[in-house]
């Protein structure tokens, strides 16, 4: 009986030198962390909006390029970025995200839009667990980019946005290259990304904060 | 049972029982890791870390540990130190931790590092116990690096991210994927296994 209370001590003496460990290790650590994770989203939604940051070496600058040029604001229950010019005046391009599931995991992406919410702007898939090599390959720049420019029209009912096609078959505005071997990754991305739009584009279109 | 030796240790660690091609232990991360040899190293390092760690620590408290609950605490110690691991790779070099995923926390189910503490560090000193860790992990890390060369190599034509072969090199798609890295594993062990063979007839 005497040795089982000790060890129900023991345990809890343990579990409590233990655990106050970790938490001071990440309550130091933190502040560092919630940083990184906010200069990652800031340099993403620059880089979507078109906003020139490839001169721009140290954190502090991308930061203070991020204050100037964009405006936190909210679209329903996701962060909207309104992009803005130079003089911080006229709105140049509205920043979201968008997610859905992969094939391996979620996919997270960010999604730059024209102030007449007509046309793509930028487009970057930032978080992802898809197989290195084939669905990742969302990630690589030539995918990404023949999002650029593509006008936004409502598709006709039963129709999606943006559908994927055989890499090089692909025709017109509602037309993506896929990625070779990646079957899975390209249909539910072509799934998910057409929710989102439906849901985005017509909130956003309604509101169009400056 | 004597303390044995920091060599014999080592040797065991690196060599003779290494973790990955002898005791088949810890495959689970050598699969799923090995297709960049940044974030192998990466792995490698922590699982080090925290092996020595966990085994230095279980090896101080032999003694006032109750049997019954050695399991517990084991793992709460482990796990301690994993996440450690987890939040300093979170703060320090975030992209890494981005890369290595949920790998870095699975750290924790790790059968080499419980292996250690349970085989070895539950009934030797501290410090025999601390180097059989780092002997252990190094073990892991150097086997894991190896394969994660060929893999790279083959499957993206670069070592630690700097391209190597020449641009018509045709990628290997399936050294990326998981199912190489069972290639890898096997051909290792099998090659390892005929060289002891070789050196030590009597044994084959």
Not at chain 2, 7 to 32: D, F
Request: charged fraction near 15%; charge should be positive.
């Amino acid at each position: 009986m005497k040795e089982r209370i000790r060890s129900v001590f023991f345990m809890f003496g343990i579990c409590l030198v233990f655990t106050a460990a970790v938490s001071a290790v990440n309550k130091i650590n933190e502040d560092r962390i919630r940083l990184n994770e906010q200069m990652r989203i800031q340099g993403l939604v620059l880089n979507v909006l078109q906003i020139d940051s490839s001169g721009m070496g140290s954190d502090t600058e991308i930061a203070g390029l991020f204050q100037k040029r964009v405006r936190t604001s909210t679209l329903g229950n996701r962060p909207l970025y309104v992009g803005l010019d130079p003089k911080g005046q006229t709105v140049v391009g509205y920043a979201f995200p968008i997610s859905g599931p992969g094939f391996w995991g979620p996919i997270e992406a960010m999604i730059a839009v024209d102030p007449q919410v007509s046309r793509i702007i930028g487009v970057a898939f930032y978080r992802h667990n898809e197989t290195p090599g084939l669905g990742g390959r969302i990630t690589e720049s030539w995918f990404q980019k023949q999002f650029q420019g593509r006008t936004l029209e409502t598709p006709p009912p039963g129709k999606r946005y943006f559908t994927f096609k055989a890499q090089g078959t692909a025709k017109g505005n509602a037309e993506l290259d896929a990625i070779t071997g990646a079957t899975e990754t390209t249909r539910r991305l072509e799934t998910f990304l057409d929710e989102e739009l439906k849901q985005v584009i017509v909130k956003l279109s309604q509101q169009k904060p400056s | 049972m004597a303390t044995p030796s920091i060599r014999s240790i080592v040797r065991k660690g690196i060599w003779e029982e290494n973790p990955v091609i002898r005791q088949i232990l810890g495959i689970c991360s050598a699969l799923a890791v090995t297709n960049l040899m940044t974030n192998t190293l990466i792995m490698g390092l922590g699982l080090i870390f925290a092996t020595a760690m966990s085994c230095a620590t279980v090896s101080a408290l032999r003694k006032v540990t109750p049997d019954r609950i050695r399991m517990m605490v084991q793992v709460l110690i482990i796990a301690s130190y994993v996440m450690i691991v987890d939040i300093v790779l979170k703060a320090y070099l975030p992209k890494i931790s981005e890369a290595l995923g949920p790998y870095v926390g699975l750290i924790i189910t790790n059968c080499i590092i419980m292996g250690r503490c349970e085989g070895f560090a539950r009934t030797n000193p501290v410090w025999p116990s601390f180097v059989d860790g780092i002997a252990s992990g190094t073990g892991y890390a150097i086997v894991l690096l190896m394969i994660a060369t060929v893999r790279e190599l083959l499957g993206f034509g670069s070592i630690f991210g700097f391209g190597v072969l020449p641009a018509h090199w045709t990628r290997w798609t399936i050294m990326v994927m998981a199912p190489a890295g069972f290639f890898m594993i096997a051909t290792f062990i099998w090659i390892t296994r005929s060289m002891e063979n070789r050196t030590n007839p009597q044994k084959a």
